[in-house]
């Protein structure tokens, strides 16, 4: 079966920018949830959403935000990009949390 | 909250040898389930492993196995016969309950030297 698909896989944005990045969950997962991966924080939970609402939220400023369509497909945006925003930003879809996530390729952005 | 630490920054093995990573956590639940991803330079995250709390049994697959330390709140993995492929990133994570975050340390850097 097809795995977790990320769209763009690089992406180069000025500051100021906005930005769109996209994940396909496996076929049936209804849970999506995003990640941020910087070398300095690791891994930082963004959202997760469940049958198109919003299940759970990390600490990060409302210019990030995200959405998930009927199909289960999932987009997060950033608006007005920092440098600091930088990083490789993971998906990842479950059947049930408690099984384990299956990730995305992720998509590396740069705000310069 | 729930925190999860990984004290070993970076580790090293020889191959066909064997090696544990460290990682310790902390909740308040008695029910909670416990995982290790495995990242490798090509940066897809994969499951390595997983644990349930309730389960005395630790969970093995293959040459992965866990110890698995309720009272001590450890959650180590262990990785037989350590073969190139094993190199990655480690990341050990918690889940408190089905509609909970999995929360992530900061991760293991495993080398296999040949």
């Known amino acids: 079966k097809a795995g977790v698909t990320q769209t763009p896989r690089y992406l180069i944005k000025t500051r100021g920018q906005q930005v769109t990045l996209s994940c396909s969950p496996i076929s049936g997962h209804r849970s999506v949830s995003w990640y941020q991966q910087t070398p300095g924080q690791g891994l930082q939970f963004l959202f997760e959403?469940?049958?198109?609402?919003?299940?759970n939220k990390g600490n990060f400023p409302g210019r990030f935000s995200g959405r998930q369509f009927s199909n289960s497909r999932s987009e997060m945006n950033v608006s007005t990009l920092e440098l600091g925003d930088s990083a490789l930003y993971l998906c990842?879809?479950?059947?049930?949390?408690?099984?384990?996530?299956?990730f995305g390729s992720g998509t590396r952005l740069t705000v310069v | 909250a729930q925190t999860v630490t990984q004290s070993q920054p970076e580790m090293s093995v020889q191959e066909a040898e064997t090696v544990t990573l460290s990682c310790t956590y902390d909740t308040s639940e008695s029910d909670y389930y416990l995982f290790w991803y495995k990242q490798p330079p090509s940066r897809q995250m994969i499951l390595v492993i997983r644990?349930?709390?309730?389960?005395?049994q630790n969970a093995t697959e293959n040459r992965f196995s866990v110890n698995f330390q309720k009272a001590a709140k450890s959650f180590s993995l262990k990785i037989s016969d350590s073969q190139l492929g094993d190199a990655a990133m480690y990341f050990c994570a918690s889940l408190k309950t089905s509609y909970d975050k999995v929360i992530f340390g900061p991760g293991t850097s495993l080398s296999v030297i040949p």
């Open positions: 959403y469940f049958s198109e609402t919003q299940r």
């Open positions: 990842a879809s479950s059947l049930f949390t408690e099984d384990g996530y299956t």
């Open positions: 644990q349930e709390a309730y389960k005395q």
